[in-house]
């Protein structure tokens, strides 16, 4: 019998390992992966280049429905699809899901919206706690916790955070936790905003080490005690890192995000760059020495899976104001694989790694795996093409994203991705996006039980 689609020539690499040999693709499905050559009415020759599974990013913003000017699902996507990753998780801070009738309103006006496939996540209101188990049924991916009020969701306090993740863990959801201190913020904000400072350094002074060391300390004890599946966002340093450390030494499962601001870009660039580099919690990196120990949490497996935490606004929106007045966040999506290939072919990590951190770790936290996150007999036929050897020197006018800049312009990235395949087909060649909305909706694993339930 002959297959939809024959992937060709190329090295297919596993979390485990790699191996010369051809994907066949039926029905949008991976049906083998072999040596052998087997009869296909398409071919598509990656001869001498790699094969991975397209990538898996559990953390986005793509402001839709909600402040499109700063991205939406049609830009976003696209620029996902052009960097190799094939799925997402998306939420949105100023248009939050907070009920069942949130999320089927967010669903219904994404149909056609998006280039990849797609879970989305709710967020945790403090008077809502009680919604929280209808959303998981209803195939929320993960609940988005903030510590201390952000973006405009108010942060939950000790109380209010053991009620939720009390909550979470009896029915068997999981959450991604913004972790800094609310009162710490709160009274550096207000020595800062007294002091009359306006210069770029107020960030990392107002959103402190400290203010994130205290909160995950809270938060960590919390994952501990009530027994619930978490994950802390964006890692920022190694200390943090450590207190995760030894919450899982107590039995905690604390998954540990990684994002590549953490890695590549330095605490004092916000001096010059200004709301450029606003984000939150800040880059801590001081020194060669800090990025090296950020990558020695990779290798180690302290630190778990990859994100972008994309929350894009373009140039003119984050320097409309002073540096209180700007949003916070980065542009991720058009990078983040290039980031992740680049730091492989500097033997950082291993390809291998990259299948882990960015494609099957994620996958396998939030439910996806092994239809997304693995290149196997049954997975979803998600791919990405890799030249080793191809070069990008980041330019702001190749950036896809809404944002139109990068924090990464000028640096030269090394492996690139040649194309994206959906579901077995082609939605990006050479950096340059198909159009195709191809893109479905993801419902979270609490709603394939309630399914299961309902189907004896
Ligand atoms: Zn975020």
């Not at 499109?68 to 996902?80: C, K, L, S, V």
């Not at 998981?136 to 993960?142: H, K, N, P, S």
Request: contains cysteine; negative net charge; aromatic residues 6%.
């Amino acid at each position: 019998m002959s297959a939809d689609l024959a992937v060709t020539g190329g090295t297919v690499v596993g979390s485990r390992g790699r191996r010369s040999a051809h994907v066949y693709v039926d029905d949008g499905k991976v049906v083998d992966i072999s040596p052998e050559v087997r009869p296909a009415r398409r071919t598509f020759d990656v001869t001498g280049l790699f094969v991975l599974p397209g990538m898996v990013d559990s953390h986005v913003h793509l402001m839709d429905p909600g402040p499109t000017e700063r991205e939406d699902f049609p830009t976003g996507t696209r620029a996902a699809a052009a960097r190799g990753v094939t799925t997402i998780v998306e939420h949105t801070h100023a248009n939050p899901v907070r009920s069942v009738a949130d999320l089927t309103a967010k669903v219904e006006h994404l149909a056609r919206r998006s280039n990849v496939d797609f879970g989305l996540a709710a967020h945790t209101w403090p008077d809502r706690i009680g919604d929280l188990a209808s959303l998981w049924e209803a195939g929320v991916t993960f609940f988005k916790i903030f510590t201390c009020t952000t973006h405009g969701v108010p942060g939950l306090d000790r109380d209010a955070l053991h009620e939720a993740l009390s909550a979470i863990a009896g029915f068997g959801g999981t959450c991604l936790i913004h972790c800094e201190d609310e009162a710490m913020t709160a009274a550096a904000e207000r020595r800062l905003r007294d002091a009359g400072r306006t210069d770029g350094f107020v960030i990392p002074e107002w959103r402190s080490r400290e203010a994130e060391e205290t909160a995950v300390v809270v938060v960590a004890d919390l994952v501990a005690t009530t027994g619930v599946r978490a994950t802390i966002a964006h890692v920022s340093s190694p200390a943090v890192a450590d207190i995760i450390e030894r919450a899982r030494a107590r039995g905690a499962d604390l998954a540990a995000e990684a994002c590549p601001q953490y890695f590549a870009l330095r605490e004092d660039e916000v001096i010059e760059w200004e709301a450029l580099r606003k984000f939150t919690p800040p880059a801590r990196a001081r020194s060669d020495a800090d990025e090296q120990a950020m990558w020695d949490l990779v290798r180690r497996g302290v630190l778990t899976h990859f994100s972008t935490d994309h929350a894009p606004s373009t140039r003119e929106q984050k320097l409309a104001g002073d540096i209180w007045e700007a949003p916070f966040g980065l542009p991720g999506l058009d990078t983040t694989t290039p980031f992740l290939l680049n730091a492989a072919s500097h033997s950082l990590l291993t390809l291998e790694d990259v299948v882990v951190m960015y494609s099957e770790a994620p996958a396998r936290r939030y439910g996806l795996y092994p239809r997304k996150g693995r290149l196997g007999p049954g997975s979803d036929a998600d791919m990405i093409i890799v030249d080793e050897t191809r070069r990008w020197t980041v330019a702001d006018d190749d950036i896809i994203s809404k944002a139109a800049w990068s924090p990464y312009a000028g640096r030269e990235f090394a492996g690139g991705v040649t194309a994206t395949l959906l579901r077995g087909e082609v939605i990006a060649v050479d950096g340059i996006p198909r159009d195709e909305r191809s893109g479905r909706f993801l419902p979270g694993p609490g709603r394939r039980r309630q399914r299961e339930k309902e189907e004896p």
